[in-house]
C-alpha cells in the first residue's frame, strides 16, 4: 500500500490551486475562464430540427430504423452521400422523440472520444478546465449512469472509428450512425438508396414552385442526368430556382455552363478532384447578383465553419446592428437559422453554398484582418463561447485559407494551439504552435521577438508532456533571440529564465531552479518594480522551490511578499490569492503548525467557494488539504469528513479513474488505516488502483 502524501508528516498533498502560479508566467497572455454555473452536470436534448418540413419517400426507412431498435441498440444507416441519410436520422428523431428522454445530434471527428465530447459537452462547473480525458471520462460516465432512454446521432461523411470500445456502454442508449461505407463496423445496417423521379419531383417542387408541362423534359434532365438522382443536390437546385426567379430551361443551361464551374475548381478542391454534382451546384450560386452590402456580408459567413454560430456574435464580430442583411439573405435561400445548445440563434450556410460563396468572396486573410481580430478577442473572454466552438471556428479559418503564410494566420495559428493547451490536447497544440513558428520565421525572420514568442509557446508545451530537453531547447532558443534583439534586461528575458527554471524544477534540480527564478526575479524587480504582479509570480516560483527543499521559513519568506503584491494588486478574492493561500497552509502543514494550516486552507477555501462555487474541482482540492491537515492532527472524523466531500466532487465532476479522484480514494484509506479499519483501508485502496 502507498500511503502517499497524506502519510508523510513532512510532504504535502497538493501544495497548491494554481499550480504556484508559475504557469501564469507563460509567454502567452490570455485570460483563463471558467463557467460560473453552479447547476448539477447534465444534458439537454439537441439536434437539427426538422421543423414542419415534409420528408418525402423514406417513411419505410423510419419504420425499419424503429422496428430494428427494438432488437438493436447500434445501426448503421448507409448510402451515398447526399442521399438523405441525416435527413432520414433527424426524420426517425422527429417522429420517435417522444420515445427518448435524451436526443443528441454529432458529426464524427477523428475518433469516438472526441466525438462523444463534441456532441455531448457537459453543462457543468470547470468541465471546459478539464484535460480531453478527463472529459470525455466525465460525459461517458454521466451517459452511462442514465438510466433513461437516449439516443445518439453520429454522421460520418469521412473515415471510420477505430476505438468502438469507447462508446458509452448503457442498454438505454441507442446509437445510429449515417455513413457512406457499406463495408462500416460489424452492426446491424440498413441501406438506404435513390428515390423514384416521381418522389425527387416531389422533393424539388416542395422546395421551389409548382412545375409547367412543358418544363417536365427539362426537370427529367437535370434531376436524372445532371444531378444523378442526388436528393441534397436537387433540394439546393430547387432553392436556386426560387432565389434566381429563373425558368426551367435556364436552370438546366446554369447547371452545364462551365464558367463558374471553372472558377471554383481554383479554390475547391478534395484530392484535386471535383465532385460532379458539386461541381454543378456550385454554378448556382453566383453572388455577383447580390447588392455590395448583401454580398459582403455573405463572404464573411462563408468563413464561419458549416456548423455555424451564435447569430450575435456574428453580428458583434462584423459589425452588424440589426439583422436585416441576415434576414433578407435567409430569405434569399442564402442562409439557415437554427438553435445551439444555450437555445440562442445561429445563422450557418450549407456547406455547397458556403463553399461557392467563399471561392467568388476574393476574401484573403489580410482582407479579414479586423473581422479576424474580433473573433481573436473572443479567446479571451471570460464568458466566452466554449473552447471546444473556438477551436472550430479558428480550425475552419485556417483551413479557408490553408495557402496563406500571413501574420494575421500566424497569429490564429497560435491561439488554436493555445487552446488545444489548454485542453491538454498536446499532440495538437505542438502542430499549430509550429506552423505559428514557420509563419514567424518567413514574414518576420528568425531574429524576431514573435519568433521568440513562438519558440516558448513549444518549449511550454514539451515541458507539460514532460519533456524536459525538448522543454530546453526550445526556450534556450526563445532566449538567445530575446538577449539578441532586446537586451538581457527585458521582461522578456525574464519570462524566458522562469520558464528554465520551472523545468530544472520539474526535473528536480532546484539549485539550476533557484539560479533561474532569482535571475528572472532581478530583472522584474528592476525594469517592472517590487508591487508588479510578475514580480509576485517570481516571489511565489522561489518559495515553491524552498518549500521542495524543506527550507520552510525561506518558502514563507518569499510566499508572503508574493501575497502582498497579489492581494494589493489583484484583491483578496482572487483565485491566485486562493492559490497563496494554500501554498502558506501547505507549509505551515510541513512545519506541524496545524493550527496555522487550517487557517490559511480555510481562507482559501473560502475564496474559491464565493469565486467559483461549492462544486467546483478546485474547491474540492480544497477540501482535500484541509482533510490532508486534519488527517496529520489525528482528528480522523473530520480528515474523513473533508476528505469525502473531496471525493464527491471528484466523482461528480471528473469521474471514477481520474488521478485526482484516486489520488483522493488513496487518501481516504490511508485515514482509515490510521483508524485501524483495515477492511475499508483496502476498499479505497482497490478503488485507487492498487491490488490488495
Not at 425527387?200 to 418544363?215: A, G, R
Request: hydrophobic share 35%; aromatic share 12%; glycine share 6%.
Amino acid at each position: 500500500m502507498n500511503k502517499n502524501a497524506i502519510d508523510n508528516k513532512n510532504g504535502t498533498i497538493e501544495n497548491s490551486i494554481i499550480k504556484q502560479i508559475e504557469n501564469d508566467n507563460h509567454i502567452e497572455n490570455h485570460t483563463h475562464y471558467y463557467n460560473d454555473n453552479s447547476n448539477p452536470a447534465k444534458l439537454t436534448s439537441h439536434f437539427p430540427d426538422l421543423g414542419g418540413v415534409e420528408v418525402v419517400g423514406r417513411d419505410e426507412v423510419v419504420d425499419e430504423i424503429h422496428k430494428n431498435f427494438e432488437k438493436h441498440n447500434r445501426l448503421v444507416l448507409h448510402g451515398q452521400g447526399g442521399i438523405g441519410k441525416t435527413v432520414c436520422s433527424l426524420y426517425y428523431a422527429r417522429e420517435h422523440q417522444n420515445d427518448y428522454d435524451l436526443i443528441r445530434h454529432m458529426s464524427f471527428n477523428s475518433d469516438v472520444k472526441t466525438t462523444i465530447v463534441g456532441g455531448c459537452p457537459l453543462n457543468d462547473v470547470g468541465f471546459e478546465k478539464l484535460t480531453p480525458d478527463e472529459k470525455f471520462a466525465a460525459v461517458k460516465q454521466y451517459l452511462e449512469g442514465l438510466d433513461t432512454e437516449t439516443l445518439l446521432m453520429i454522421d460520418i461523411n469521412e473515415g471510420e472509428p477505430t476505438d468502438f470500445e469507447n462508446l458509452p456502454q448503457n442498454r438505454n442508449i441507442k446509437i445510429l450512425f449515417t455513413v457512406r461505407n457499406e463495408e462500416f463496423s460489424g452492426y446491424k445496417k440498413i441501406p438506404i438508396g435513390f428515390l423514384s423521379y416521381e418522389k425527387l419531383k416531389e422533393i424539388f417542387v416542395n422546395n421551389s414552385d409548382e412545375i409547367k408541362e412543358d418544363e417536365e423534359v427539362y426537370l427529367a434532365e437535370i434531376i436524372n442526368k445532371i444531378l444523378l438522382k442526388n436528393t441534397m443536390v436537387i433540394a439546393l437546385a430547387a432553392r436556386a430556382k426560387v432565389k434566381s426567379h429563373k425558368s426551367m430551361k435556364e436552370l438546366r443551361d446554369i447547371l452545364v455552363d462551365d464558367k463558374l464551374g471553372k472558377k471554383v475548381k481554383e479554390k475547391i478542391h478534395h484530392d484535386n478532384k471535383i465532385d460532379k454534382l458539386t461541381e454543378h451546384i456550385l454554378r448556382l450560386f453566383s453572388i455577383s447578383g447580390l447588392d455590395g452590402e448583401l454580398s459582403e456580408v455573405l463572404s464573411y459567413v462563408s468563413l464561419i465553419d458549416y456548423d455555424g454560430v451564435k447569430s450575435e456574435l456574428f453580428m458583434k464580430w462584423y459589425g452588424l446592428e440589426d439583422y436585416d442583411a441576415l434576414n433578407e439573405l435567409k430569405i434569399g435561400g442564402w442562409l439557415d437559422f437554427g438553435k445551439d445548445d444555450d437555445g440562442d440563434e445561429t445563422v450557418s450556410m450549407h456547406p455547397v453554398i458556403s463553399d461557392a460563396v467563399f471561392a467568388q468572396s476574393g476574401l484573403d486573410s489580410v482582407k479579414c484582418e479586423k473581422f479576424l481580430d474580433n473573433i481573436f478577442e473572443e479567446f479571451n473572454e471570460q464568458t466566452a463561447y466554449k473552447y471546444f466552438h473556438l477551436i472550430r471556428i479558428s480550425e475552419f479559418i485556417i483551413g479557408r485559407f490553408n495557402e496563406e503564410e500571413t501574420e494575421e494566420i500566424g497569429y490564429i495559428c497560435n491561439q488554436t494551439g493555445y487552446l488545444y493547451k489548454t485542453q491538454g490536447n498536446y499532440e495538437e497544440s505542438l502542430e499549430y504552435y509550429s506552423k505559428a513558428l514557420k509563419i514567424c520565421g518567413k514574414v518576420f525572420g528568425e531574429d524576431h521577438p514573435y519568433t521568440a514568442t513562438s519558440y516558448n509557446n513549444i518549449g511550454f508545451v514539451y515541458d507539460s508532456m514532460g519533456d524536459y530537453e525538448k522543454a530546453f531547447e526550445y526556450y534556450f532558443k526563445a532566449l538567445k533571440i530575446d538577449e539578441k534583439v532586446l537586451g538581457k534586461n527585458h521582461p522578456s528575458i525574464a519570462i524566458s529564465y522562469n520558464n528554465i527554471g520551472l523545468v530544472y524544477k520539474e526535473k528536480g534540480d532546484y539549485d539550476k531552479a533557484l539560479e533561474y527564478y532569482f535571475k528572472s526575479l532581478k530583472i522584474r524587480e528592476k525594469v517592472l518594480g517590487k508591487d508588479h504582479p510578475d514580480t509576485a509570480t517570481s516571489y511565489n516560483n522561489i518559495g515553491a522551490v524552498y518549500n521542495y527543499i524543506g527550507n520552510c521559513d525561506k518558502a514563507l519568506e518569499y510566499y508572503f511578499k508574493a501575497l502582498k503584491i497579489v492581494k494589493t494588486k489583484l484583491g483578496e478574492n482572487h483565485p491566485n490569492t486562493a492559490g497563496l493561500y494554500n501554498n502558506i497552509g501547505s507549509v505551515y502543514n510541513c512545519m506541524s503548525d496545524y493550527n496555522k494550516a487550517l487557517e490559511y486552507h480555510f481562507k482559501a477555501l473560502e475564496i474559491i467557494e464565493k469565486v467559483l462555487g461549492k462544486e467546483h474541482p478546485y474547491t474540492a482540492s480544497s477540501y482535500n488539504n484541509i482533510g490532508a491537515v486534519y488527517n496529520n492532527m489525528n482528528n480522523y472524523d473530520k480528515a474523513l469528513e473533508y476528505l469525502n466531500k473531496a471525493l464527491k466532487i471528484r466523482e461528480n465532476k471528473l469521474g471514477k479513474n481520474h488521478p485526482d479522484t484516486k489520488e483522493t480514494y488513496e487518501n481516504i484509506a490511508v485515514t482509515y488505516l490510521d483508524l485501524g479499519d483495515e477492511e475499508n483501508a483496502i476498499k479505497y485502496d482497490r478503488l485507487a488502483g492498487y491490488d490488495v
